[in-house]
């Protein structure tokens, strides 16, 4: 297993999205270790496309660099989490995310509701 420091995060898309347009809260983490998986990369991607953001090019060049590879453990467990929380409607995407950083001993970095309350959440809104 990876040790990392703390400085270091699974982003989500969310959190992404709220770098980029600016948001505050989430200037703490600019400098941080940005780590992102496909399925994120896929999401940002689409959000950045359905809203012709200007500079998309530019984010998703940057942001493709972060992305590592997720382990087919990390899914299993993702997905039976997931079920297991069903009437929560967590997304696969975040799913997944959480127990990537769960593996690799890092934080989610995150501002969906349904993730506020868990253990190795950084919860920001």
Do not use: H, W
């Not at 270790?33 to 399925?39: D, G, K």
């Not at 998309?56 to 929380?85: G, H, P, Q, W």
């Amino acid at each position: 297993m990876k040790s990392c420091t703390m400085t270091e995060y699974i982003f989500d898309t969310y959190a992404i999205i709220e770098i980029i347009e600016g948001n505050q809260s989430y200037e703490k983490f600019i400098d941080d270790e940005i780590l992102i998986n496909e399925f994120i990369f896929a999401e940002l991607c689409y959000n950045l496309i359905k809203f012709d953001y200007p500079k998309k090019d530019y984010y998703l060049e940057k942001y493709k660099s972060f992305i590592t590879n997720i382990d087919s453990e990390v899914i299993r467990k993702a997905m039976e989490f997931r079920y297991a929380n069903k009437k929560k409607k967590m997304s696969m995407t975040d799913c997944v995310s959480y127990f990537q950083a769960k593996k690799l001993e890092i934080k989610f970095l995150t501002g969906d509701k349904e993730f506020e309350n868990l253990d190795n959440v950084e919860f920001v809104k």
